[in-house]
T-cell receptor, first 112, second 113 residues
Framework: KQEVTQIPAALSVPEGENLVLNCSFT??????LQWFRQDPGKGLTSLLL???SQREQTSGRLNASLDKSSGRSTLYIAASQPGDSATYLC???????????WGAGTKLIIKP | NAGVTQTPKFQVLKTGQSMTLQCAQD?????MSWYRQDPGMGLRLIHY???????DQGEVPNGYNVSRSTTEDFPLRLLSAAPSQTSVYFC????????????FGEGSRLTVL
């Protein structure tokens, strides 16, 4: 059974730092992996989608990588800003039951 | 661009009442789904649909019904609300197949007294 783990559960860093959020999964037979952010009381916003054949995707200050063989993905945030404070979730899409399997999220706080 | 639209945003029900949460998307997505999000439980899939006329159960389907008569709409029905159904509900959609990006609505916060 696929399991998705996000470490750390919470992270607090000063503004301006570069940081990495981690997502690991137990079964490499995935179609894609998607990173989301969720602000308190809000819905989920898609950040990056990486297909299984891709190694990385970039959007602005965000870069997501995927290593299927090791079951890992990282979300790199460059030059962090207080507006980046949110909970970041990753999810993998697998074929066995046409569902996304979710990590529990990393709560990120960027201190001004 | 409307994307995924959910209504209502907030609702209070009494135990035993019924209601429907509405979800509509204007992106011509084949796949639509309903999640609930509870503190400490993460996102859990309730029901999903891979196209008009097709629905299937997710992880926590009990107490909920869905239908998909059109591509655009995917309503979630609570037939007899229970306090355990107090939660935040999210509708999400994506293109068909395995490779599409999932887009979420802003959520519906439901309280059952």
């Amino acid at each position: 059974k696929q399991e998705v783990t996000q470490i750390p559960a919470a992270l607090s860093v000063p503004e301006g730092e570069n940081l990495v959020l981690n997502c690991s999964f137990t079964d490499s037979a995935i179609y894609n992996l998607q990173w989301f952010r969720q602000d308190p009381g809000k819905g989920l916003t898609s950040l990056l989608l990486i297909q299984s054949s891709q190694r990385e995707q970039t959007s602005g200050r965000l870069n997501a990588s995927l290593d299927k063989s090791s079951g890992r993905s990282t979300l790199y945030i460059a030059a962090s800003q207080p507006g980046d404070s949110a909970t970041y979730l990753c999810a993998v899409f697998e074929d066995s039951n046409y569902q996304l399997i979710w990590g529990a999220g990393t709560k990120l706080i960027i201190k001004p | 661009n409307a994307g995924v639209t959910q209504t209502p945003k907030f609702q209070v029900l009494k135990t035993g009442q019924s209601m429907t949460l509405q979800c509509a998307q204007d992106m011509n997505h084949e796949y639509m789904s309903w999640y609930r999000q509870d503190p400490g439980m993460g996102l859990r899939l309730i029901h999903y649909s891979v196209g008009a006329g097709i629905t299937d159960q997710g992880e926590v389907p009990n107490g909920y019904n869905v239908s998909r008569s059109t591509t655009e709409d995917f309503p979630l029905r609570l037939l007899s609300a229970a306090p355990s159904q107090t939660s935040v509900y999210f509708c999400a959609s994506k293109t068909g197949g395995r490779t599409g990006e999932l887009f979420f609505g802003e959520g519906s916060r439901l309280t059952v007294l």
